[in-house]
């Protein structure tokens, strides 16, 4: 058994897991946050994408114990004092999900690549960085554009977010 | 509030919690004393069970219990039953096989559950489930429908003579026969429809929990149509009385088809909880779900069409084997038989339709529907074969096609349907302009300039939807009527509850639903709560797929809307001592037209409930239900033209324009009928281009079981979409609504194919059209 301490969504934990225990089960059992979710078993499908230390991370592909001491932001801790981020907003303006089970990691892997772009995105390279994450509903278009929207919209302030 | 109603682009209400992470799936469910499951599946596609040893298992850390077949046997729990009676042409019922929840004696698929094992933890009970040893007998194996048929084959079920279910055909042999023998011309095709696996993104998962005290269970599972899971749970599988029984489906990620079914580990999971005194709960993982979850499609189809003088269709005959794998699953029977062959007459004037569809087990998951459902292979059939006759008689496919449409409504075909409205000649105009069909030869040669190969490709489907007049399937052998319900609650401050036997697991019902409140009775959709998906709060239904929740379901709503309505009339009247039929509903108020006497619509709610001054006699309360049940089916058409570049040096193929021109009939929401059409699209297209199944034929074991090996449509695999509609009211519901969500799924992969093999020469393709298979056809072609 190990002992894992980590801020997650801005709020300091700390669990006992299994050695083995994924980040994503240590999230979604132990602390409750069932809005990481899992759908597939290869590290494929992007549903479990979460923010560690700033970045990106499929949450199986990494142990909870490897997360010890890490700030995670999962999808609960994206929208700040009841207001929706920009990406949020615009996944639901633009129609960018429907089932809603893919849309998490959709949402946390969208927020890290328009911040890595500064808000600079086409629509060529929203389509190559979500090679990650699969989506069955909505064949993708209305992601795109709301990732499009999202980023123009966030522009500037996403450049300075990426400085 | 003309903003919210039909015909309105309004954002889902149910988004917000999606996109919060606040959603909640099966497998977020907590409830006390929960354990967990792990099934312990054959790893052989064909084998009698000697025995199994669950003696070391039982030693593991957390296990509280592991069960078996024998047990199952035991409590009289039942065979998993298919829904839809076939018979042969020779009268015989079909042939069907035994398939237990847990296998006891034989197992006949690669993943075909053996036993449960519950523990404390996930992990636990997977590493006990290793621990389980079963030790099998192995026996021959078969993969392909069509080798399962010929001398000789491994026989998988006793019940099913050289494992063939049903021989079955519909239309006139004789007269299609003839008309072949006299044609002018006749196409002829192989033609193979790829097997599919759904892949929600959501895995399958179930919570059975039985309550001692109460002698009561309750299931949460991804389902389509909680409601039939309790019928069938109850009714067939013996496992609690329907009054006992409570089934849950909440937030379901996905479906697709794949989650209309009562699976094994659903029955076992709610049993288990009794047998074992624990809740308890399974989740299955992505290979398991392509080891189990109902696949689709697998036809291999022999097609000839014959053609007049004047290239009008005068026959078209067809001949289906098509794969059920290793049981039939609770549809399985209906897909290549109604769903299928019915639509063989496609959009066109076709006065001798034959069609004689095998169905075989082989040693592979079940087969059932899947987005679409044998209108996909319908369609495919048709429309490569339009395509590939008007190559051979030298003439635009377009024009091929014009010149068969049906122009006339109502339209009997030969294989039962009964058109009501279309407009052909609207939508393929429509996605002919949208391309810039005309100005393709141009974009051909530059490409050519570039060193790429460009071709196009259309494609004019007809579906069935509203799925579906209950004496009608009666007739043809299904075991259920697919009337819907509905129930509309006004409360006492004026705001509005929908319960519904439809099931939302994406198409945005919350939303839609609420529209058809907000439209009606000029109230916010915000307050208009949908409920669905709890056996315990709605009556009855028949859940969600065949594009049935706006045809089916919201008509039901529409019923009981009137009823509301007409109540409300009488409340009003009565208070403004105005005669009922002078009252105006709108903005949220009843008014007494051409006065300025107004009652607001809470008012009028509030008055039905304190009952202090209702018309004489008048019950208190504001609350009606409905049940509906369809004519007729309905039949969305339109047009899909499909634009491609293919690299001769890699074989590699970019779709360079997709446009899609469809008659839904009346559209309640644009925005969320769009992201239906681009959903199907996808879907169709990774048909096309990237999904296949592959078995091993030796062993029957699932080659592409993980998204390592199953290629699944990325975002980079796909264009955007160039949507749009065109309109022919469904004269046979009240809203006038075909249904939009199969659509895409269908027309999309014969365009597709269509448009590669303009590309590169050769009409010799196989779905799906990978690179190394494009290359090959461009090679031998040359």
């Keep these: ?82 207001e929706l981020h920009p990406v949020q907003a615009a996944f639901r303006e633009h129609h960018g999900l429907q089932c809603g089970f893919c849309t998490p990691g959709m949402i946390m892997s969208a927020v890290d690549m328009i911040k890595r772009h500064g808000g600079q995105l086409d629509e060529k390279t929203v389509r190559s960085e979500l090679e990650g994450n699969i989506c069955r509903c909505t064949g993708y278009h209305n992601i795109v554009k709301a990732i499009l929207d999202a980023s123009s919209k966030m522009g500037d302030g996403a450049r300075i977010a990426a400085e | 509030m003309g903003m919210e109603g039909i015909g309105a682009r309004v954002v889902r209400k149910e988004d917000k919690r999606f996109i919060t992470g606040k959603g909640k799936y099966t497998d977020d469910m907590v409830v006390p004393g929960m354990k967990q499951a792990h099934f312990v599946r054959s790893p052989h596609a064909h084998a009698k069970i000697k025995s199994i040893d669950t003696s070391a298992a039982e030693k593991m850390p957390g296990v509280i219990g592991i069960l078996n077949g024998a047990q199952l046997t035991e409590d009289a729990i039942g065979n998993i039953i298919c829904g839809w009676m076939i018979h042969s042409k020779d009268g015989s019922p079909m042939n069907m096989g035994v398939w237990r929840p847990l296998a006891q004696d034989t197992v006949r698929y690669v993943g075909d559950a053996v036993a449960i094992v519950v523990a404390d933890t996930k992990a636990q009970a997977r590493d006990a489930a290793e621990a389980v040893v079963v030790e099998y007998e192995t026996l021959p194996v078969v993969t392909s429908a069509v080798e399962a048929l010929k001398e000789g084959a491994p026989q998988i079920h006793p019940e099913a003579k050289g494992n063939l279910i049903f021989d079955w055909e519909i239309g006139d042999a004789a007269a299609t026969d003839a008309a072949i023998a006299s044609a002018a011309h006749v196409t002829e095709m192989k033609i193979v429809n790829n097997r599919l696996v ?25 389902s389509q149509n909680p409601h039939v ?45 009794k047998r074992t005194g624990v809740p308890v709960k399974w989740n299955c993982d992505r290979t398991e779900a392509f080891l189990t979850d109902a696949h689709g499609r697998d036809h291999v189809s022999t097609v000839k069409m014959a053609f007049d003088a004047n290239n009008k269709i005068t026959g078209f005959k067809v001949d289906t084997i098509a794969n059920l794998g290793a049981y039939m699953s609770l549809f399985s029977s209906s897909v290549p038989t109604y769903l299928y062959a019915t639509l063989l007459s496609g959009q066109y004037n076709i006065p001798a339709i034959h069609a004689n569809v095998r169905t075989v087990y082989t040693n592979t998951v079940p087969v059932d529907a899947y987005r679409g459902a044998g209108r996909p292979e319908a369609t495919y059939l048709m429309e490569r074969v339009m395509e590939t006759a008007a190559r051979e008689l030298g003439v635009t496919p377009a024009e091929l096609r014009r010149t068969n449409f049906i122009r006339e409504f109502p339209h009997q075909t030969p294989v039962i349907m009964c058109y009501d409205a279309g407009d052909y000649e609207a939508s393929l105009s429509a996605a002919m302009k949208a391309s810039d069909y005309d100005g393709f030869p141009a974009r051909k040669a530059e490409a050519k300039s570039r060193g790429k190969l460009r071709g196009i490709g259309m494609s004019c489907y007809i579906e069935a939807c509203g799925i579906a007049p209950s004496a009608a399937v009666g007739s043809l052998g299904a075991g259920v009527g697919l009337w819907e319900s509905a129930e509309v609650r006004v409360n006492a401050v004026g705001t509005v509850e929908i319960l519904t036997g439809s099931h939302s697991h994406g198409q945005g019902h919350e939303t839609t639903f609420a529209q058809l409140v907000a439209g009606r009775f000029g109230v916010g959709i915000d307050s208009v709560s949908v409920v669905h998906g709890d056996t315990d709060k709605v009556q009855m239904g028949m859940g969600t797929y065949g594009s049935r929740s706006g045809a089916v379901g919201m008509s039901a709503v529409v019923k009981a809307l009137d009823k509301v309505e007409a109540k409300a009339r009488k409340i009003a009247a009565h208070l403004m001592e105005a005669d009922e039929s002078d009252i105006v509903i709108e903005n949220g108020e009843l008014k007494v037209a051409g006065t300025d006497k107004s009652v607001p619509w809470f008012q009028m709610a509030l008055a039905a409930y304190t009952a202090h001054n209702l018309p004489e006699g008048m019950e208190p309360g504001l609350k009606e239900g409905a049940f509906y049940d369809p004519s ?33 009939g009346k559209i309640i929401n644009p925005m969320i009928v769009e992201g239906q059409v681009h959903g199907g699209l996808a879907q169709g297209i990774g048909q096309a281009l990237l999904e296949g199944t592959h078995y091993d034929p030796e062993t029957g074991q699932l080659l592409t079981a993980s998204y390592m090996d199953y290629t699944m449509p990325r975002a980079d695999d796909l264009p955007s979409f160039q949507v749009s509609t065109t309109e022919t009211a469904c004269p046979s519901n009240p809203l006038g609504i075909k249904g939009c969500g199969e659509a895409g799924a269908i027309g999309s992969p014969p365009a597709l194919i269509n448009a590669i093999t303009d590309a590169i020469g050769n009409n010799d393709l196989t779905m799906p059209a990978t690179a190394p298979r494009v290359w090959a056809a461009l090679r031998s072609a040359q």
């Excluded at chain 1, 059992?29 to 899992?38: D, P, Q, R």
């Excluded at chain 2, 929600?200 to 309750?218: F, I, K, N, S």
């Excluded at chain 2, 909440?250 to 699976?263: A, L």
């Excluded at chain 2, 309905?634 to 779709?655: H, L, N």
Aim: hydrophobic share 40%.
């Design chain 2, 198 to 222: 759904p892949n929600p993104m959501e895995p399958r998962a179930a919570l059975g929990v039985y309550d001692e005290g109460e002698d009561h269970y309750t299931l949460w599972t991804t």
């Design chain 2, 632 to 664: 007729n089916f309905t039949f969305p058409a339109g047009c899909y033209i499909c634009e491609v570049e293919v690299d001769p040096e890699t074989g590699k193929t970019e779709i360079v324009q997709f446009v899609a021109a469809d008659d839904f």
């Design chain 2, 229 to 273: 899971a309790r019928l069938v749970l109850s009714a067939f599988y013996n496992v609690a009385p329907e009054n006992k029984l409570r089934v849950i489906a909440p937030d379901v990620g996905g479906g697709f088809g794949s989650k209309i079914y009562i699976y094994p580990e659903e029955i076992v999971c709610l049993w288990a909880s």
């Design chain 1, 1 to 82: 058994m190990a002992t894992v301490s980590m801020t997650v969504n801005g709020r300091t934990v700390s669990g006992q897991c299994e050695d083995r225990t994924l980040l994503v089960q240590f999230i979604r059992e132990n602390l409750g946050l069932t809005g990481t979710h899992v759908g597939c078993d290869t590290s494929q499908c992007g549903a479990c994408v979460v923010h560690v230390d700033g970045k990106a991370v499929k949450s199986c592909t990494m142990l909870a114990a490897q997360a010890d001491g890490s700030e995670v932001m999962t999808i609960e801790g994206l929208a700040s004092g009841g």
